[in-house]
């Protein structure tokens, strides 16, 4: 079903119905064509038609929230069409020394469901262990993390207080930046962390974006970036959002700077609709945007592959209060309902938004939250079942005091996945591109001052294609020329680029590995690059003061 | 003058009279000897005693709010002791072709005077121009921007509303990390930026941050950071400030990973006293923090550096309302302050800053704010001058609403500079560390298949001391073991470590130079890094999925 004129309410619900983009669908199983025919509460649909979940319910206070959850949604007639399918994954697995978190057969069953519904989990401090949260994101390459930030109706914050009304979204990249976690000790004193942004992963990343705002209506996408510090990375990714936008023309863009993007978040929060950033920039202004609209005990998310899509809560595991029943499911509840409706079902997610939203105004809450103006205020707070069963009683009712979620009269399940795939699959953007070798920057362990370190680079160039172009530390220019008041570090970058009457296309990588090697009899080289112009545009940056 | 017992609003204000650590002060003119009598604005000292500081009025309103605030320092008897000189900086410059947009003859008086009174200045668009603001701090070494984010009266924001006082600040780190702008395409579709964090430009920021924070009585100072995710570079920077703390036994020390950070100081700012992060997290959540106290037009900033520092306003250059007199010197006001305190100027500065707070107290206010519910408040806003004469009316006057600055009976003068250097200084933390190849990342340019890399690359080192232990694109593992759901790029990372029965030690660089020499044979090898042990502990990060 296709909700036609969808309120600003109304737009950032039924997003994730239909927002995997894909270029040819196959029904892995028999659900799409099962899912076709009117799907009601009272109609529970055939075994052969049901759907499974993958379930992962998460250590500390995860277990009492995921079964309020699905208690909840259990009584709005979600189990009719859903298998829920318990998984192993964090500190129990863990524990068993397993240092990935999760086991192979857990593995085996998040692929075959393609959607994953996650209560938080602890990640065990010292012995190996790695997020689960990270390791599920990189195996099943969840692109996207898709956050929605909405005010809640009696969820007090600063801004609720001073009238300020919040409905956005924000689109993190999931995949690069720094979060390759790629670093390396280049010597004693420098430590270097590498941040990978590929044109692909932007195209992925961009098209998700504008897709989704289409669905929603939404009439403005920025783009937040730091591409004035990060010319090349973040240009790259401002580019490619460009480049994207024009399959939307219906969709204006503009682009913000995210210091300037935090700052304005914080004195205007509600002149943006939808914002995508790179990685780490998308990290900090999600969580800045959770914040705006009470925590992360309400704000939902949901991480989008192509094949696979996992819907957690991002809040902690609350250790403190965890099996005391105490615990504020809303964002498993908001994050499931998210779900629901990748899963098409529409009806029931949109039942249970309104039952939620109306025991919200009503004044019920957790301990956590609680705005004593309510009606329906209590001073001593619902624990985590009470909290469920207020919601239950209002299955049926619409919220009075916000725009109620538009309940359509059938579910039309749209989703459907991929088939395995049979190895990686390749991403690319930019084919038949042709290179040039132009240089090498070779990087050097060395306490030597910059007169010193330019007299044996000019050395041990001298009957190479190459002359010594210049010298940085830590990225400024300290040879040929630079200032007395730079501070050096014993890590330095010396560029070598081609002497005049070598045209690009005439010297090989082989000349640049000799080099290295040549100079590799005098000290040690921790790293090094190529330097090459692609299609004649140069592939890499000038150094502070070149 | 040591000011006893500080209160919360004297705290932070007499932060940048002494906070330049200097292990061996020398004065580079008479300054500081003629400065050790009493200074008071009636009694202006002989011309042997001037202070010089270089003058940067700016581009747009630059100009403007710099008159503005040198009239009203002028009004308060600093020009008795300083003589500002001017310089070329900025828009003029690069007009002329030059394209750093600072004459070398500004750069001169820079170094003489040690200290720079700087306006908002345009960085042009295309044309190679670089930021002013940013070459600065790389030339002059400028490691900490110390930034003050306090509510002021009739400046209302979302924050003062529901009575949120706040008073903090934050030091970033200011050279490092990705602002090296190291940045290379290493394939057609993979771009890199090094992100780049050194233990002793760590250890200066963090000392910097305890010296200030000692200074002004602070009690507890937090270290944001992703150590989570850049587990080396920012574990790194969080292992220096805990080395730091250790000389600072009377500071409780905290630490928060930046998007937890971002979240808390939207929910509830008045947490925080002093906040030290890396560079571009600290860009980015110091505009968060100027955004809650009314936007960059109320929060000044300094950059300090062991010899030259810069005090500036922040925001832009308002082109819109450049040349009009209606701009907002509020700002650059205040960062004066901080330098009138830096240079010693103690009285002088805490006279203006309560004339200040008292004009503000009774409504005074440029277009850009106002408060109409305070007595003096009119509909019609002042202009610069107006706003100018409106605080120079109140000199004298001390606040009745907010806690008024100490004035103290004289000034004590600190400010001494270091001697010219005669080449760059080396700084460094770990030395005597025994470092050994264990091996390398080769980084291929390539479109082919995981197993069809892994094939070639096995093949290629079987005659040497190193084997192939793994392959990763974009940082998760896809040979030996992975997920076919990893999506790869034309950009792998290679991994060799030496085979078993080659201990560390007894194999050299060289041996890894004749590897990547070989496997140019075949491949495009963009990148390159040696893999350590530096006193016995691995220098390079695992991969995801290893």
Redesign the interface.
């Known amino acids: 079903m296709r909700v036609q004129s969808p309120s600003m309410r109304e737009r950032t619900k039924n997003v994730l119905a239909t927002f995997s983009e894909r270029s040819s669908p196959h029904s892995r199983n028999q659900r799409t064509a099962a899912l076709k025919g009117p799907l009601t509460m009272s109609a529970p649909s055939k075994p052969s038609q049901r759907l499974k979940i993958a379930l992962a319910p998460g250590d500390g206070i995860g277990p009492e929230i995921m079964d309020a959850a699905l208690a909840l949604f259990k009584e709005a007639g979600v189990h009719n069409h859903v298998d829920f399918v318990p998984t192993e994954m964090g500190r129990v697995v863990f524990d068993k020394g397993n240092t ?1 978190g999760i086991t192979d057969e857990s ?1 085996r069953i998040v ?1 075959d469901c393609g959607v994953v519904f996650k209560g938080p989990m602890e ?1 065990p401090k010292g012995g190996g262990g ?2 689960v949260n ?2 599920l994101r ?4 969840t ?1 996207a993390n898709f956050r929605v930030f909405k005010t809640l109706p009696g969820v007090q ?3 609720s ?2 009238g ?1 009304n919040l409905d956005f979204s924000i689109v993190r990249e999931n ?2 930046d ?9 010597s ?14 932007c195209d ?1 990343i961009h098209r998700f974006t504008f897709h989704t705002a289409r669905k929603l209506g939404i009439k403005k996408v920025f783009c937040g970036h ?1 591409a ?6 973040d240009g ?1 990714f401002l580019d490619r959002f460009k480049a994207a936008a024009k399959d939307f023309p219906e969709i204006e863009i503009g682009d913000v700077i ?3 993007l ?6 205007k929060p509600q002149q943006y609709q939808m914002i995508v950033l790179p990685n ?2 998308g ?6 945007a ?3 609209v ?3 005990g309400f704000a939902p998310s949901a991480n989008i ?4 899509s996992i819907f957690e809560a991002v809040h902690g595991t609350a250790p403190d209060i965890a099996g005391k029943g105490l615990a504020n499911p809303t964002a498993l509840i908001l994050s499931g309902l998210m779900m629901l409706r990748h899963i098409g079902l529409l009806k029931q997610a949109a039942t249970i938004e309104n039952a939620l939203l109306s025991a919200l105004e009503s004044g019920l809450h957790t301990g956590d939250f609680g705005d004593p103006a309510l009606p329906g205020y209590t001073k001593e707070p619902a624990n985590t079942n009470q909290f469920v069963r207020g919601i239950v009683e209002k299955l049926g009712e619409k919220p009075k005091t916000v725009t109620p979620a538009e309940v359509p009269e059938q579910s039309t399940p749209t989703f459907e996945t991929s088939p ?12 038949n ?1 042709v ?1 040039h070798v132009v240089g090498c ?1 070779i990087y050097l362990d060395s ?1 030597l ?3 010193a370190v330019a007299e044996e680079m000019m050395r041990a160039s001298q009957d190479t294609p190459f002359k010594l172009s210049l010298i ?5 220019q ?1 040879w040929p020329t ?10 330095y ?1 010396v560029r070598f680029e081609l002497r005049e009457g070598n045209l690009p296309g005439t010297i090989g ?2 000349r640049a ?2 080099l ?2 040549k100079i ?2 005098k000290f ?9 112009i ?1 299609d004649g545009v140069r ?7 070149q």
């Open positions: 990935r593995v692929e990640t790695k997020s990270v390791t990189k195996l099943f390459s692109y914050t600063v801004y207080k001073a300020i995949i690069e720094t979060y390759g976690g790629v670093e390396h000790r280049l004693n004193d420098m430590i270097q962390c590498k941040r990978l942004i590929s044109a692909p992963g992925q730091k004035n510090i990060m010319k090349m990375t790259l995210v210091d300037a935090c700052m304005n978040l914080v004195i780490l920039q990290d900090i202004v999600s969580d800045l959770a914040g705006l009470g925590g992360l592959g192509k094949n696979i395995r795939p049979e190895g990686q699959t390749m991403i690319r953007t930019f084919v591109i290179s920057d306490p001052s910059p007169p940085s530390n830590r990225g400024t300290v630079g200032s007395v008041y730079t501070e050096c570090v014993d890590y970058r990588q082989s590995v000799a290295m090697d590799a009899e040690t080289i921790c790293s090094y690059e190529l330097l090459r692609f592939g890499y940056s000038m150094a502070q003061g």
